[in-house]
């Protein structure tokens, strides 16, 4: 009996079924890979058509506080933004600063991020768990700020959507995809922050790494 795919000779307690005719043990085991990326694909599939309250409560919330605070005249940003002296005396500063943001291209984009990555992780990691590497990963980029830079002040999501980066990363690897174009991404973003003046690139580096260690670990809890 000869392979279909290879021609090779095989006996007949070795041979394997196939469409057409009958697979070498070589065969089968080559194609194995290629059959767990392509279940892996439809997993993903079924995932996208769920829901995204979680995301789509975090853009209501920015955003209201960003009309808010404009009515009020800044006055939410130095109640709630994150200013490193004051850790010991008002610590909810490390997380309300996420919510916090100064400037239109600020939340235009802090908020497209988190619409374009949250409606895809929040569907395949749940709600409960996307929101904890959210919250997660933005008290990551404050304690960044905290470690990097003493006397820092900051505001603004960059450091949960740095921590969503991370987190995709770790989920695109699990599906067996590329992670050449969102490397890129990443690297650019990370290089802008550090050439552009007034932007917390310690956030930045603190929430990615935030995303990268965490993402596993809820990853592999169960929904």
């Known amino acids: 009996m000869l392979c279909q ?3 090779r000779t ?3 307690a ?8 009958f697979h070498c043990p070589e065969c089968v085991a080559e ?3 290629a059959t767990r990326n392509i279940v892996s694909g439809a997993r993903l599939r079924r995932v996208v058509g769920g829901r995204t309250s979680v995301t789509n409560g975090l853009l209501i919330a920015i955003g209201s506080l960003f009309v808010l605070d404009f009515f009020l005249g800044g006055r939410l940003i130095d109640w709630f933004a994150y200013y490193v002296p004051y850790t010991d005396s008002e610590p909810w500063r490390l997380v309300t600063a996420i919510f916090m943001h100064q400037g239109i291209m600020h939340i235009l984009f802090n908020g497209y991020s988190i619409w374009v990555l949250g409606t895809l992780m929040e569907r395949v990691m749940g709600p409960g768990r996307f929101l904890a590497l959210f919250l997660i990963s933005g008290l ?7 470690l990097l830079n003493p006397n820092g002040l900051v505001v603004g999501a960059s450091g949960a959507v740095f921590g969503l980066f991370g987190a995709l ?3 695109n690897r699990g599906f067996g995809g590329s992670n050449v174009s969102l490397l890129a991404i990443v690297g650019i973003n990370l290089v802008m922050g550090f050439i552009i003046p007034g932007v917390a690139w310690q956030a930045h580096v603190g929430g990615l790494i935030g995303g990268l260690i965490v993402a ?3 990853m592999g809890l169960k929904r």
């Open 5 to 7: 795919r290879c021609g």
């Open 10 to 12: 095989i006996c007949p």
């Open 14 to 21: 070795c041979q394997t079924q196939a469409a057409v005719g």
């Open 31 to 33: 194609a194995r890979p």
């Open 140 to 146: 990551a980029g404050s304690l960044g700020v905290m």
């Open 169 to 171: 990363f770790v989920m």
């Open 216 to 218: 596993p670990i809820l």
